[in-house]
Nanobody, 115 residues
Framework: QVQLVESGGGLVQPRGSLRLSCAASGLTVSSYRMSWYRQAPGKERESVAI???????SYADSVLGRFTIARDNAKNTVYLQMNNMKSEDTAVYYC?????????WGQGTQVTVSS
C-alpha cells in the first residue's frame, strides 16, 4: 500500500522559513517524479516544485529562487525548503508521486504565512 505522509507545516512570519517533508512508503521516490503542489482557499491546486527521476528540478515562477525541492533516497523522503516566505504562500501543500500515468497524493499539510 502506497502512502505519502507530509509534515512540517505550520504558522510562519513573512520572510521566515519552513521545511516540509514527504515520507513515502510502498514506493521508491527515486523511481517516481516527485512534486509538491499547493492549494489556497478558493483557488485551484497548482504545481510548486518538481523533482524528476533524473534529478532535474522545475519550479513555479512564483517560488523560483525561494523554494528548493530535494530528495533523500536513503530516507525515501522528499523535502521542500521554503525561504523568504510571503503571505501568498499560504495554502495546503500536497506531495505527489507520478509514474506511468499513476498518481499518488499525500493528505496535505497546512502552511500559513502571517504576522
Amino acid at each position: 500500500q502506497v502512502q505519502l505522509v507530509e509534515s512540517g507545516g505550520g504558522l510562519v512570519q513573512p520572510r521566515g522559513s519552513l521545511r516540509l517533508s514527504c515520507a513515502a512508503s510502498g514506493l521508491t521516490v527515486s523511481s517516481y517524479r516527485m512534486s509538491w503542489y499547493r492549494q489556497a482557499p478558493g483557488k485551484e491546486r497548482e504545481s510548486v516544485a518538481i523533482k524528476r527521476i533524473d534529478g532535474r528540478t522545475s519550479y513555479a515562477d512564483s517560488v523560483l529562487g525561494r523554494f528548493t525541492i530535494a530528495r533523500d533516497n536513503a530516507k525515501n523522503t522528499v523535502y521542500l525548503q521554503m525561504n523568504n516566505m510571503k503571505s501568498e504562500d499560504t495554502a495546503v501543500y500536497y506531495c505527489n508521486a507520478e509514474a506511468g500515468g499513476t498518481n499518488y497524493w499525500g493528505q496535505g499539510t497546512q502552511v500559513t504565512v502571517s504576522s
